[in-house]
């Protein structure tokens, strides 16, 4: 091969791997799908703790296994292909006035994660933009008849993720900064890591875009 050709293709592949290393990290980590069957444990692991929610939040009464009516809305029937849950929920300032959850489901196939996801979407809310998609999909709902409860969703792989946080005025940015926090976390445990993110990681990547 001619010094030149060589020379330039030395070049394309430094520039590919550049690339490479500067699209991974957190920002290319969050497209990342959970394809793996977590255990129970792994989801409990990925519900975020004391010091892990948004500011002035804290867990109330522990993580807990879910049920798989727990994925589903209000009267309706079990989302296919469930296999196994987790929740927690959190009070503002020491009240149960205000309170937010996260619940974590985990489904044998994408398609069924993808279909209970779906089925999430609540007709009677508000359905507010967002530029940035949480995981494969997201959604961000507002209920204007309650002082503006945000429900945020989200779908990555074989799980869906929902977070409510009550009374915001409509406000998604901290049930976007917990939900994203929350699918990092998962992330983290399919890797064979520690769940470390916390929604205060997200607020400050989120600023810096």
């Known amino acids: 091969m001619p010094r030149t050709r060589t020379s330039a293709l030395t070049i394309l592949l430094s520039i590919a791997a550049l690339t490479s ?27 975020p703790g004391s010091g892990e929610v948004i ?58 994660a993808k279909s209970a996801y779906a089925a999430w979407k609540d007709k009677d809310l508000q359905e507010q933009e967002s530029k940035d998609a949480v995981g494969e999909e997201s959604m961000f709902l507002v ?12 779908r990555s792989g074989n799980v869906a993720i929902k977070v409510k946080v009550d009374h915001t005025g409509g406000d998604t940015t901290g049930a ?5 926090a929350t699918l990092k976390r998962l992330q983290q445990v399919q890797d064979g890591e520690r769940a470390t993110a916390t929604a205060a990681d997200e607020a400050a990547k989120a600023q810096k875009k």
């Open 21 to 47: 290393c500067s699209s991974g990290g957190s920002d290319g980590d969050a497209g990342k799908p959970i394809t793996k069957q977590l255990d129970q444990g792994q989801i409990m692991q990925a519900l």
């Open 55 to 112: 500011r002035e939040w804290d867990p109330y009464k522990g993580k807990r296994v879910s049920k798989a009516d727990d994925c589903a809305l209000v009267d309706s029937p079990v989302p296919k292909g469930w296999v196994r849950a987790g929740e927690a929920w959190y009070i503002h300032n020491g009240s149960t006035d205000d309170m937010a959850d996260v619940t974590i489901c985990l489904f044998d196939s994408p398609e069924n």
């Open 176 to 180: 976007r900064d917990m939900i994203a």
């Open 143 to 154: 209920n204007p008849d309650t002082q503006g409860t945000v429900h945020a969703l989200s």
